[in-house]
């Protein structure tokens, strides 16, 4: 089974502060990374996603830097707003087809 | 406007009993997937279904059933041999290939037994 390994759980951050996640991913057939927000009693949004053929995208205060060679991608939120305080998710599409595997997900606090 | 709608929101179950889980979408999605939910686990794939009249077991298929006699509809019927089936169930839906546009997902259906 396809993995993706995302970190921390948790993540508590000042407002106006640097919000980082991490993940990893152990199968090289993957060619599609998005990351998701949730907020709680709700679906999960598509936030921003990249492919490997580049190493960083920024959309506004969103940033998603991937590493190939390392099998690593992570997601910045900067100047984090109260706002932002969701579960983020991480999540990899095979090649082969259309089904995501997600990470664990990571819970973010952004205090006032 | 387009989207996809779960129901119910809230769903109880008793011990022993078979309960469906409704999803519609009206984005004309050809790919409807069924998500579970649970604290610290992320989200695992029940079943997929890439084309009407056709659909895939995914990681955690055991307990769970669907079908997809409609492109609009992707039912899931949690059934007495699932065992632990108290979590929040995500119905999600995407075009073919998938682009950049990845999935679209429902508002969820939160599953207690009592």
């Known amino acids: 089974q396809q993995q993706v390994k995302q970190s921390p759980q948790s993540l508590i951050v000042q407002k106006g502060g640097i919000s980082i996640i991490n993940c990893a991913y152990e199968n090289t057939a993957f060619d599609y990374f998005p990351w998701y927000q949730q907020f709680p009693g709700k679906g999960p949004a598509l936030l921003i996603a990249?492919?490997?053929?580049?190493s960083e995208k920024k959309e506004g205060r969103f940033t998603i830097s991937f590493n190939k060679s390392a099998k690593q991608f992570s997601l910045h939120i900067m100047d984090s707003q109260p706002g932002d305080s969701a579960t983020y998710f991480c999540?990899?599409?095979?090649?082969?087809?259309?089904?995501?595997?997600f990470g664990e997900g990571t819970q973010l606090t952004v205090n006032p | 406007d387009g989207g996809i709608t779960q129901s119910p929101k809230y769903l109880f179950r008793k011990e022993g009993q078979n309960v469906t889980l409704s999803c519609e979408q009206n984005l004309n999605h050809d790919a409807m997937y069924w998500y579970r939910q649970d604290p610290g686990q992320g989200l695992r794939l029940i079943y997929y279904?890439?084309?009407?009249?056709?659909?895939q077991k995914g990681d955690i298929a055991e307990g769970y059933s669907v079908s997809r006699e409609k492109k609009e509809s992707f039912p899931l019927t949690v059934t007495s041999a699932q065992k632990n089936p108290t979590a929040f169930y995500l119905c999600?839906?995407?075009?073919?290939?998938?682009?950049?546009?990845?999935?679209?997902f429902g508002s969820g259906t939160r599953l207690t037994v009592v």
């Open positions: 279904s890439q084309i009407v009249n056709d659909f």
């Open positions: 999600a839906s995407s075009i073919l290939p998938q682009g950049i546009y990845g999935y679209t």
């Open positions: 990249i492919r490997p053929d580049v």
């Open positions: 999540a990899a599409k095979e090649t082969s087809g259309s089904r995501l595997t």
